[in-house]
């Protein structure tokens, strides 16, 4: 289970992205209906585009609501599920057009829609690239929605060579939708991990910085506990205490793995290498 801390890193990585992903949203969108104006459907643009703009200004504005705030009093998991509802109307969106142009849209139309909607899912790695749920809901309502389109389209077109161009779409929309799915899973393990990463190393610099400074203000007895091979060799329950591991993990170990590489870790080392005190 990712620690709370974790959490709230992958929503703010996702929310620094916002304002450059609405521009791009609304640009697609007045490009999508600029491109599907012609097939007569105004009613449907109309909507369509009003729809993606009302969720485009919904997604600013909660960008907005934390931009001044602090990350500290975020519920990470209710965030999680906002943008994962905005990820849901955008897939959902994007996923009628292709189903629409599917039923109503001339070869030239259709193929350009395509494109973009093939872009616009391209784009969920950037979009998503540190929230799977969202990205899940994006990628597989925009691509269902372009798997049916393709198979309305070529189902209303004349030829075996269209029949067969909509089942090799159908198939790479498919297989490309994996793809973007597992590269997501994989940005977000790795985040997590480098996360993860950065908190030990945070807190191993404050533990060496909290045991220099008792060593000196109480001349703890702590180096007297550590042989010549820098082995702890009778740790006090104070040590334990101030480096967060319990006796029996510390009989034994090695005094500076207890940190992560670091600049304290660094003076400490050259403390115990000379024996002197850290003052």
């Known amino acids: 289970r990712l620690s709370r801390e974790v959490q709230i890193a992958l929503i703010e990585s996702s929310l620094k992205k916002v304002p450059s992903i609405v521009v791009g949203t609304v640009f697609n969108a007045v490009l999508a209906s600029f491109i599907f104006w012609s097939s007569g459907r105004i009613g449907f643009v109309v909507g369509w585009l009003t729809l993606n703009l009302v969720v485009s200004a919904l997604r600013f504005r ?23 509802l905005f990820a849901l109307a955008g897939g959902l969106l994007w996923g009628n057009m292709m189903i629409a142009s599917g039923f109503w849209s001339y070869p030239v139309q259709f193929a350009l829609l395509a494109m973009l909607g093939g872009g616009v899912l391209t784009i969920a790695i950037v979009t998503y690239g540190t929230l799977f749920r969202a990205a899940l809901a994006f990628i597989t309502s925009l691509a269902s929605g372009g798997i049916i389109g393709w198979i309305t389209w070529t189902g209303m077109a004349s030829g075996s060579l269209a029949g067969h161009m909509g089942w090799a779409a159908v198939i790479m929309i498919g297989t ?9 899973r994989d940005n977000e393990r790795m985040f997590i991990a480098k996360v993860r990463g950065e908190m030990a190393l945070r807190e191993s610099a404050e533990t060496v910085q909290m045991l220099l400074q008792d060593f000196a203000s109480q001349s703890a007895d702590w180096i007297r506990l550590v042989d010549a091979e820098g082995r702890i060799t009778a740790p006090s329950m104070r040590f334990a205490a101030a480096s967060r591991h319990s006796l029996a993990q510390l009989e034994a170990r090695r005094f500076l793995d207890l940190f992560e590489p670091s600049p304290e870790k660094d ?13």
């Open 176 to 184: 490309f939708s994996m793809l973007l799915l597992q590269t997501v």
């Open 267 to 279: 003076m400490l080392k050259v403390h115990l290498a000379i024996g002197s005190p850290f003052r």
């Open 62 to 84: 909660h960008w907005q609501s934390w931009r001044d705030r602090p990350l500290s009093e975020m519920n990470p998991v209710r965030e999680e599920r906002t943008l994962s």
